[in-house]
């Protein structure tokens, strides 16, 4: 189970009980008492439960609310699903690509495990957690300061670091797709890090449902002209699908 999912299930059980201690979720999911911690860690920091001694309770707000807040982490699960599979599959044996941190991407890892000779670099902790259970994937952890957040390294580090590989295709979540302005970003703090890492891989094949399409957010992280490829879902807006291709952009629905 992906640790998107798990979060999901692990909110649906503290919301339906009210209340529910780390044991309880441990047994009721088949997981580890560190593992039901660190997702409740997560779900706390998003707002949607409180952590108490040995265990969590629910949060008492309003549905549009907690489903704002469970949007990464639960809504449109299968659309991300296709969209993993998709972008998986125009991964070459024998590569080496970058896998950026975020929910969509986290639903690609799943599909790498049969492509022979890959290496994967990744400044993502959930995107490191998930390949660890594939040890025929080589994979790279590249280091610097922890935005909690997004459990994504950002800084200097990172940023020196990814010059010293040859990244022959990043898969990149965003926030914002826009057809004119490319990729846009909600993090000022990220920019950077994720500016430098773009402009440091061959292809750039961004991963996005079509809610992405409906948002623009104020940091620029690539023109449309950097874009190679665009994963997305057949909900996709029509007109931004068409704009892309005329602009020679590959677009792929799932």
Do not use: W
């Amino acid at each position: 189970m992906l640790g998107v999912d798990r979060r999901r299930e692990v909110y649906d059980y503290v919301r339906a009980h009210r209340s529910a201690s780390v044991g309880e979720l441990a047994q009721a999911l088949a997981v580890s008492l560190q593992t039901v911690r660190r997702d409740l860690a997560s779900l706390e920091e998003g707002g949607l439960v409180q952590r108490v001694h040995g265990g969590a309770v629910v949060h008492d707000r309003p549905e549009p609310e907690e489903i704002e807040a469970l949007n990464r982490a639960g809504i449109r699960q299968e659309q991300k699903r296709r969209i993993g599979a998709a972008a998986a599959r125009l991964v070459e044996p024998g590569t080496t690509i970058f896998l950026s941190g975020g929910t969509t991407t986290e639903h690609v890892v799943p599909f790498l495990e049969h492509i022979r000779g890959l290496t994967v670099v990744t400044n993502a902790i959930n995107i490191a957690q998930a390949l660890a259970r594939h040890p025929e994937i080589e994979v790279i952890v590249l280091s610097g300061y922890l935005r909690h957040r997004e459990l994504t390294l950002l800084g200097r580090l990172v940023e020196e670091a990814i010059g010293q590989f040859n990244i022959d295709r990043a898969l990149y979540g965003c926030f914002g797709l826009d057809p004119d302005d490319g990729l846009t970003g909600a993090s000022l703090e990220e920019a950077s890090t994720d500016r430098a890492i773009i402009a440091a891989v061959d292809r750039l094949t961004v991963l996005a449902d079509h809610s992405k399409f409906a948002q623009r957010g104020p940091v620029r992280m690539a023109e449309r002209s950097r874009i190679s490829t665009v994963v997305t879902d057949r909900e996709a807006p029509a007109e931004a699908v068409r704009q892309l291709r005329e602009h020679d952009v590959e677009v792929v629905l799932t």
